[in-house]
């Protein structure tokens, strides 16, 4: 197989959806000796948000250290060999396909998803290249998530928010349920869950099993002392050290759990504080894009891919921390039918922006004109472009210097942005 005979080959394999188990993805890596049993020290992440920027600041932490570290997260932006990392250095191609190659005959016998094909292709480069540490990012849920099928030294969970609730519950106690199936006998689970009936669920997991845990407020103290677009700085305390000043190439204030979760983990490892500063001062450097990324500042202009209610609260609050800034706001969107399109639009109205609506490169998108109408429904200022790249080019020709501009709903519309400016 050549690189695109394998694209071709694998995004296909979306035809089966999701299809939550292990026993697909365990065959395929069999084939390969089960790479997921070396793969260095494991840090598995689960959580409904803050996933992306926890498994990049571990990466870059433990990278500043000096180890060799492998990093595999979803979806992409632009090319999929985002997904598969080493110290930041995507998988080459050639490698794609030559793993693609060996795996397809098994992925058309067993009938496996995208998600576990691309799993067992990373695991076993991963495995093949000698990583000290893997940061390992669950797709979806945690139970029955093609990742469960390692044994972690670490277990993170960072949020619990009603997301994917068809697969995994309808309420935070069963979501939190399905996430806390990562912790294994022998993880050290760290969290930033805060809610009573979330906690108690990874509470329970951990106590059975016997599996020390850790929960950032309790066992972290953080300050924040400054949140400005682009860059986010707090002063830490752990039982093992105090940090008065740690920087983050983030936006929003929200990312402080994300940052403590992260230092939490890295001290239990071994990693020396001056690794973690480092670490975190580099975490863009491990290829993470479209947080709340401000791209351009004349207009202010924000990627973000959040895509649910409760992320999409944090990056309005994120924003509102610092909208007195601008004079105008304007947000582009487009989401994909499964979210929750109305109440993502409510928290979004409270910037007092104006909205373009589009929809989204997938077949799932939601038609911008239905979501131009619940704007309108909710009392919001909308008008609608076919395409995201043409929403964008309308709002950046209208928009002044000291305007600022949210574009977020989706990975998809953002890899579509992103493609376009290169």
């Not at 632009?78 to 397809?104: K, M, W």
């Not at 002392?225 to 940090?243: D, I, K, N, R």
């Amino acid at each position: 197989m050549t690189y695109q005979d394998s694209l071709d080959f694998l995004y296909p394999l979306h035809r089966f959806g999701i299809k939550p188990g292990l026993d697909r993805v365990r065959s395929l890596l069999d084939l390969h000796g089960s790479p997921q049993k070396r793969l260095g020290l494991v840090v598995h992440i689960a959580g409904t948000n803050g996933k992306g920027s926890v498994a990049a600041a571990l990466a870059s932490i433990f990278q500043a250290s000096g180890k060799k570290c492998a990093l595999y997260t979803s979806p992409h932006l632009v090319d999929f060999t985002e997904r598969i990392r080493i110290n930041g250095r995507q998988i080459p191609r050639e490698c794609v396909a030559h793993y693609c190659s060996l795996f397809s005959d098994a992925v058309i016998a067993g009938k496996a998803t995208f998600f576990e094909a691309t799993t067992a292709i990373a695991f076993a480069w991963f495995a093949d290249e000698g990583v000290d540490v893997s940061i390992i990012e669950t797709g979806m849920g945690g139970r029955l998530d093609a990742t469960n099928v390692v044994d972690s030294t670490y277990a993170v969970i960072t949020t619990i928010a009603l997301d994917h609730t068809d697969w995994l519950g309808e309420t935070l106690a069963l979501i939190a349920a399905e996430k806390a199936a990562i912790i294994k006998k022998g993880s050290n689970v760290f969290s930033a869950v805060s809610q009573p009936e979330a906690q108690s669920e990874i509470e329970q997991m951990a106590k059975r099993c016997n599996a020390p845990l850790f929960f950032t407020g309790k066992d972290s103290l953080c300050t924040l002392s400054s949140v400005e677009p682009g860059m986010v700085e707090l002063a830490l305390t752990t039982a093992m050290h105090h940090y008065p000043s740690l920087k983050a190439p983030l936006t929003g204030s929200f990312h402080a759990s994300n940052i403590s979760l992260a230092v939490l983990v890295a001290e239990h490892a071994g990693i020396a504080p001056e690794h973690i500063t480092s670490g975190l001062e580099g975490l863009l450097q491990t290829g993470y894009r479209a947080r709340l990324e401000l791209i351009g500042r004349h207009p202010a202009l924000f990627l973000d891919v959040s895509h649910n209610p409760a992320g999409m609260r944090e990056t309005v609050n994120a924003l509102c921390s610092f909208r007195h800034h601008y004079r105008r706001r304007y947000v582009l969107l487009g989401l994909a039918s499964d979210k929750d399109a109305r109440a993502i639009i409510r928290e979004l109205l409270r910037l007092d922006c104006t909205f373009v609506l589009v929809n989204i490169p997938s077949e799932r998108s939601v038609p911008a004109e239905t979501l131009c109408r619940l704007c309108q429904e909710e009392g919001g200022k909308a008008t609608v472009c076919t395409t995201g790249r043409e929403g964008l080019a309308h709002l950046l020709a209208q928009a002044h210097d000291d305007d600022m501009i949210l574009v977020t709903g989706s990975f998809y519309l953002a890899g579509d942005l992103l493609a376009a400016s290169r």
